[in-house]
């Protein structure tokens, strides 16, 4: 049995969890160099709040992966262990069984995923089998758990009939939500045989009861480590996704780690949906230690795209103050020491925060005092109610249909909404823009269109709002330069540039046309900020923007 383990903890070459193929962009398993990564920034840690000890030669220190898939991080933890505990246990059978008995645990996500855990780990999908490198388990699931549990659906107000588990007629809803993740039921109410995607460790309001119901006595972790699902996808996305990255972050916390380490979406910084709160403890936490981001997650994980890119944090009980920051984008990697509740957004590059500072200390008024808010006129993107060719009385209506630009017709009386800003002169700006910096430079926001009066838009369109046509070109202008274009892209992160993304940008004197070296000036940028932005953005002639 000693040959077996060491044969099974040694280096692999090949390294199977590289092969593996991902099971969605939600759900992703974490590349071997990522994981051991994480690890190195979390035996740092723990060196520097323990005088220097080896946390992998300590044989008291426990680990949980509460979100295991592949098993990765329990896997390294434990060939790290088994070399650092060579000289407090030395026989090979005994320390592994140490380890795997008393300092590795998991929580899988789903069964399927249990048994790759397990896999991993014990080397056999049971840690009690035949061919396990652990000798010290009866239960097959070992330290390694998984349990079906049911989503807990509130606010349904569809009713149908059905029958219970004993075949008796009862009455339920079928279109509510997840009161714990937010899960839409129509999706995710399934029968026994098919995975709900109902994750244990999110759906309890007691965390620590649940660990030790589920190992069997108190459990204190000292290390939380691992890679979360993202979000719960209701079909086509928008208002049926739920994000749930950040439900595991706060079940962690609630555990009293000493370190937690996991890797999350980097869009918490920015947006998300419902991520206000969640990026408001992140920030003002003073805990946080370092803080590692990938704006391409596809460096991390070949293959899939998150939007925002991917980022790794690590939580630290001990840590008061700044926090190490490493942007990391291709072989470029730039570290700086940042206090990250400065804003109430987390800006990535150093340099943008330098530029930021500059523009906010003239205390201009932003220029969302004259940008409406989404769906300006009350017609969604998909309005086809218009006419090809006015009638007396019509106004103009802008909208995009098959990706092509066009103007419809229809009567005033239609509009519901800004009905006051119908006479304005405006520049539509679209409300897609780019992916949020997967690619530098970046045009980051769509090309603007000048409308006259009276003209309305559909929901493809946000509009800022002018009362000549003098005014809204020397706006469109200001919009086509790189500085209009940087300062939106600090508060965007995704396609999406709502009204919110524009905070930053301040509001001009509409009687010239703008140029970049005119905002550097104003603005007192220095060489290396000009340039920074330059590298940044790209160029949006009026031409482009014509065609």
Known sequence: ???????????????????????SSDEVFTPPDLANQMLDAVAQAWADKHDGEDIWSNPQVKFLDPCAKSGIFLREITARLTHGLADEIPDLQERVDHILRHQVYGIAITNLTGLMARRSIYCTKWAN????????????????????VSHHWVGGSQRIMTADELGNQVEKSQNGRCSFCGAPQIQ?????????????FIHTDRPNELVTEIFGEEMQFDVVVGNPPYQMTGGAGGTNDSAIYHLFVRQALQLEPQLLCM??????????????????????????????????????????????????????DSHEGPCEVTVTRGDAAKTSTRNLDEFDVFIRDPLAVSVLRKVLAHEEDSIMSILTSDTPFGLSTN???????????????????SGKRGIGYVSRDLIGKNENLIDDWKVLVPKAGSDGGQKIPDSVVGKPWISGPPSVATQTFLAFTVDTETEARSLESYYRTKFFRFMVSLRKITQDALRPMYLWVPVQKWDQTWSDADLYAKY??????????????KPMTLEEVEK
């Not at 991520?275 to 408001?280: D, I, L, P, W």
């Not at 391409?296 to 630290?316: D, M, N, Q, R, T």
């Open 383 to 401: 309005f086809a109610d218009f006419r090809d060719e006015p009638r007396k009385g019509d106004i103009a209506l802008h909208y995009v249909k």
């Open 263 to 316: 890797v999350i979406p980097s869009r918490w910084m920015v947006g998300g949906r419902g991520m206000e709160e969640f990026r408001e403890e992140m920030l003002k936490s003073g805990e946080i230690r370092k803080l590692v981001d990938y704006p391409v997650s596809k460096e991390v994980f070949p293959g899939v795209e998150v939007k925002g890119g991917i980022c790794y944090f690590l939580w630290a």
């Open 188 to 200: 995710f109410d399934r029968d026994e045989s098919i995975e709900n995607y109902a994750y244990a």
């Open 1 to 23: 049995m000693a040959d077996q383990a060491l044969l099974s903890l040694r280096e692999r070459n090949p390294d199977v969890l590289t092969c593996i193929a991902n099971l």
């Open 524 to 537: 007192g940028l220095t060489k290396d900020e000009q340039v920074f932005i330059e590298s940044a953005v």
């Open 129 to 148: 089998g035949e061919h396990s490198v652990a000798s010290s388990f009866d239960d097959p699931d070992g330290n390694i758990w998984f349990q079906r």
